[in-house]
């Protein structure tokens, strides 16, 4: 059970890490530092997107229309921060 429960946290922190790129390289695109005409920036955002959107579009029809900013990116990463610090610690406590 151990192994599941370390195994969850790797793959959390993975998750947290793609959302981290996905926000700074869309950042970049949007203040044009990088240009979307590129065929590799094009990709990963396109590929980063299609990872990610399956997590925000619940968010996005509870979260209000703030157009220029998306909060479901942010509220990913708290939910992913409350699942690592309290909820799988507990159920570590739990079953060990």
């Known amino acids: 059970m151990l192994a599941l429960i370390q195994i ?36 990963l ?3 980063l997107e ?13 979260l209000p229309d703030t157009r220029p900013l998306d909060f479901a990116p942010m509220a990913v990463l708290v939910i992913i921060l409350i699942l690592q610090t ?3 610690p507990a159920i570590a406590r739990a079953v060990l």
Request: hydrophobic share 55%; aromatic share 12%; glycine share 2%.
């Open 8 to 43: 969850l946290q790797i793959l959390l922190n993975v998750l947290w890490w793609i959302i981290f790129v996905q926000v700074i390289l869309s950042i970049l695109i949007s203040f044009n530092v990088v240009n979307m005409h590129n065929d590799f920036v094009r990709s």
């Open 45 to 47: 955002y396109t590929g």
């Open 50 to 62: 299609k990872l990610t959107d399956p997590l925000y579009r619940p968010l996005r029809r509870i």
């Open 86 to 88: 309290a909820i799988i």
